[in-house]
């Protein structure tokens, strides 16, 4: 079964609007959790490493301002995109490492911006 | 810059024929990789990994090939099934580093 939760799996909305993305990693605790954006027929970019308890590593590129991450619980980590235009549509993937197993993702969070 | 690439971006088969799907690496420091495939509208799923103090790993129906002297990396699948189209991406990890993804090939089983 699924060991990492994404919610929402769809999101439609207008622009400007902020969207908040949550990622949960199930019967297990995750003091990092990854994010990923992937574009159409496009590979995975990590865009940043969330840290529980502390502020995330964000990749070269990445607004950190735009993308806010929480990582407040052990088995939550939170991306908002702040005042979400069209060019920020895209499939937003979660990832978490449990206990020596491989990276596991979420099913994605498909964000649509009109 | 240090990259993971695929040398095919799409690949079709006759289903019940074999599948191999082929990565190259550029950077000898990376001791640990990883195949995930990922279908439409879902995040990537474990398919198998590799140390790099192995050259042969095997799995139900797949098998993990990894030659450091020339830096390439390559799935098998056994006897391709329609279930198996999907896009197929290898990932590399260094110590201490995130996971970085090549750029996918899409399988496409002939029925």
């Not at chain 1, 908002?80 to 990832?95: K, L, Q, R």
Request: proline share 4%.
């Amino acid at each position: 079964g699924a060991v990492v939760s994404q919610h929402p799996s769809w999101v439609i909305c207008k622009s400007g609007t902020s969207v908040k993305i949550e990622c949960r990693s199930l019967d297990f605790q995750a003091t990092t959790m990854f994010w990923y954006r992937q574009f159409p027929k496009q590979s995975l970019m990590l865009m940043a490493t969330s840290n529980e308890g502390s502020k995330a590593t964000y990749e070269q590129g990445v607004e950190k301002d735009k993308f806010l991450i929480n990582h407040a619980s052990l088995t939550l980590s939170t991306l908002t995109v702040t005042s979400a235009h069209p060019e920020d549509s895209s499939f937003y993937i979660c990832s978490a490492r449990p206990s020596n197993q491989p990276q596991h993702f979420g099913d994605g969070t498909r964000l649509s911006i009109l | 810059g240090e990259n993971v690439g695929l040398h095919l971006p799409t690949l079709s088969v006759q289903e019940g024929d074999n599948s191999i799907i082929n990565c190259a690496y550029s950077n000898s420091a990376s001791d640990y990789f990883i195949w995930y495939k990922q279908e439409s509208g879902k995040g990537p799923q474990f398919i198998i990994d590799i140390r790099s103090n192995m050259d042969k790993r095997q799995g139900q129906r797949v098998t993990v090939l990894l030659n450091k002297t020339v830096k390439h990396l390559s799935l098998q699948i056994a006897a391709t099934q329609p279930g198996d189209s999907a896009v197929y991406f290898c990932a590399e990890k260094r110590r201490n580093t995130p996971l970085v993804f090549g750029k996918g090939t899409r399988l496409s089983v002939i029925a």
